[in-house]
Nanobody, 123 residues
Framework: QVQLVESGGGLVQAGGSLRLSCAASGRNFSYFVMGWFRQAPGKERDFVAGVDGRGYTYYKESVKGRFTIARDIAKNTIDLQMNKLKPEDTAVYYC?????????????????WGQGTQVTVSS
């Protein structure tokens, strides 16, 4: 079985930074997609960032220039460095993975999900 375990969430003031980490086990995703979704209360669960099987990265428009996704192939992990955080970034962040080579923004395309980690940004 595959497990994705997130860590690094917490409370931060607007303008601050957090780094989320996701550790995968049970399957090696080195050449497949991994990424992050987020869901705020009353909102849809939306794509945030992803890295594809060739190492290319993709971002939700509103986080470009503020968030950076990185893969550690040897450790089978990904990180999400979040800078210049805004209250609108408050959400539960979910690590995702799929045995595909291409990143998409559709929830249904991801077979594996973590439990989520809460990020709260105060104004």
């Amino acid at each position: 079985q595959v497990q994705l375990v997130e860590s690094g969430g917490g409370l931060v003031q607007a303008g601050g930074s957090l780094r989320l980490s996701c550790a995968a086990s049970g399957r090696n995703f080195s050449y497949f997609v991994m990424g992050w979704f987020r869901q705020a209360p009353g909102k849809e669960r939306d794509f945030v960032a992803g890295v594809d099987g060739r190492g290319y990265t993709y971002y939700k428009e509103s986080v470009k220039g503020r968030f950076t996704i990185a893969r550690d192939i040897a450790k089978n992990t990904i990180d999400l460095q979040m800078n210049k955080l805004k209250p609108e970034d408050t959400a539960v962040y979910y690590c995702v993975a799929d045995l595909a080579a291409t990143v998409t923004t559709a929830r249904a395309n991801y077979d594996y999900w973590g439990q989520g980690t809460q990020v709260t940004v105060s104004s």
